[in-house]
């Protein structure tokens, strides 16, 4: 078998004949042979072009299936485009299975077929139930790593995911043979105050953590924080739900970090944006620009990286981590694309990123998801 291979490609500015064909045949060209897939990441202005945009990629660049969707903002190589028209590309030639396309109203997981080693998966969040496919997912196929993003760029209207030359509710890449993914995900949290037990929980809403009202326990740790920790803290504090409860300590990681969306000191509530179950562990969490760059450098000091150099990087970044909140450009890619060796890289900025976290698969917020390609060793 032949070794993996792959090229990242930018398109800039709106669509284009002639720009996507010079691409297409510089992918042709680059890879030497045939790729068994291509992910590609438009802008919404692309959408009307959409069939002869992916009929060249797929003739002219030697290319037997495009899956993709809509971004409000591009990746490749170390540089990030937050806005403005254009397309980022990953082509690659590896043991990969097929891209499926999954209709939501086939019901939320109706994918058969070989158990894959990993899987890559992009969804419209305005027609696609991302959250509960990934539940049944991790229930019948516990392991098995599901990494991707929801589909960005506007309005309902404005998104699209699309496979080769139809739009698609949700697309499923499940990766088999010698291929599969290293997923890393850097939530840029650090837990606050104390990890508590959820006594009274409504859907939503939690009332107690360890037979306290959860916005006390809230209010705690808010207050241990220094000075200039609670000058950041305002729209920076998040619930942490812990993946686990098999674990002696808590840190950076375990938790599955959902947004704090209101409290009430009269009714001790605190309302987030995910649903705990009684007994499950939250502990609250801060987020700021400092932190979320040490959070990063963990990740990938501590992650798969060690002694495996990828031959391709998917990354899924939310656009809540671009240079506004960083002070500079570049800083979710730089790091993955140095720390992976410089090997060809493309993704957007999502409406939510999908990455394992504690082993079970999630959609997440103010995250970034990296899928590291690699060959399975014998």
Not at 88 to 104: F, M, S, Y
Not at 260 to 286: E, H, K, M
Request: with cysteine.
């Amino acid at each position: 078998m032949q070794e993996p291979r792959a090229v990242s490609m930018e398109i800039p500015g709106p669509f284009r004949s002639g720009s996507v064909r010079d691409a297409a045949l510089r992918i042709r060209e680059d890879l030497g042979r045939p790729a068994s897939v291509a992910v590609a990441f438009v802008s919404p202005d692309y959408l009307p072009h959409l069939p002869e945009f992916i009929e060249t990629l797929r003739v002219d660049g030697h290319i037997s299936d495009v899956m993709g969707c809509t971004s409000a903002g591009r990746i490749v190589g170390r540089h990030e485009v937050e806005k403005g028209s254009g397309c980022a590309i990953l082509a690659l030639c590896c043991d990969a299975g097929e891209p499926v396309d999954l209709n939501a109203h086939e019901g939320a997981c109706h994918f058969s077929g070989p158990r894959p080693h990993a899987s890559i998966l992009l969804a419209n969040p305005f027609r696609f139930a991302a959250d509960d496919w990934l539940r049944e997912w991790n229930a019948e196929n516990p392991g098995v790593a599901a990494v991707g993003g929801l589909a960005s760029g506007g309005e309902e209207n404005d998104v699209a995911v699309f496979l080769n030359d139809r739009l698609a509710d949700a697309v499923f890449l499940p990766l088999g043979g010698r291929t599969t993914i290293l997923p890393l995900v850097s939530q840029g949290c650090r837990p606050i105050g104390e990890p508590m037990t959820v006594t009274r929980a409504e859907h939503n809403i939690v009332y107690a953590l360890g037979g306290q009202p959860a916005y006390d326990v809230l209010e705690t740790a808010f207050e241990a924080l220094t000075d200039s920790e609670k000058s950041v803290a305002k729209g920076n504090l998040f619930a942490g739900l812990a993946g686990t409860e098999y674990l002696d300590e808590f840190k950076p990681g375990d938790f599955l970090i959902r947004t704090i969306i209101g409290a009430d000191p009269g009714s001790g509530a605190v309302v987030i944006g995910g649903i705990p179950r009684t007994g499950q562990t939250l502990q609250y969490q801060l987020r700021d620009r400092e932190i979320a760059k040490a959070d990063l450098k963990r990740v990938l000091a501590t992650g798969a990286l060690h002694g495996v150099r990828p031959f391709a990087t998917l990354l899924f970044s939310c656009p809540g981590r671009g240079k506004d909140f960083f002070g500079s450009p570049n800083h979710d890619a730089s790091c993955f694309f140095d720390a992976a060796g410089g090997n060809p890289l493309a993704g957007f900025f999502c409406n939510g990123e999908i990455a394992p976290v504690a082993g079970r698969n999630a959609v997440h917020g103010y995250t970034a998801a990296a899928a590291l390609w690699i060959e399975k060793s014998d």
